[in-house]
């Protein structure tokens, strides 16, 4: 059983950055990780991932803006947001699951069993 706990998030201008950090209670050798966040009334859409190597892939909508990394030893992800646009206001959710990809401008996954709980971030114009 791997917990993921999340922190960072908060309400912030446009065009700032930020970053949201996600703890993993242990390492998981068969596990990616990644982001994805859910604006109200919308679907969850995929942000970012990256695999234990350190290959990471993103969404269209965030390249260029965010980045995702992770500290292995610490067992720790990072999405630090730059040049936020209130189109990113969402809960953010840190995930962890064997198969990530990219189809076209979409991060997915597949088989995620571990979620963080969340943290909202609000962007305002």
């Known amino acids: 059983q791997v917990q993921l706990v999340q922190s960072g998030g908060g309400s912030v201008q446009a065009g700032g950055s930020l970053r949201l950090s996600c703890v993993a209670s242990?390492?998981?050798?068969?596990?990616?990780m990644g982001w994805f966040r859910q604006a109200p009334g919308k679907e969850r859409e995929g942000v970012a991932a990256?695999?234990?190597?350190?290959?990471?892939i993103y969404a269209g909508f965030v390249t260029g803006r965010f980045t995702i990394s992770k500290d292995n030893d610490k067992n720790t992800l990072y999405l630090h947001m730059d040049g936020r646009e209130p189109e990113d206001t969402a809960m953010y959710y840190c995930?962890?699951?064997?198969?990530?990809?990219?189809?076209?401008?979409?991060?997915?996954?597949?088989?995620?069993?571990?979620w963080g709980q969340g943290t909202q971030v609000t962007v305002s114009s």
């Open positions: 242990t390492s998981s050798e068969s596990n990616s």
């Open positions: 995930a962890a699951g064997p198969r990530w990809y990219l189809l076209g401008q979409t991060v997915d996954a597949t088989d995620c069993a571990y």
């Open positions: 990256i695999d234990r190597p350190g290959k990471s």
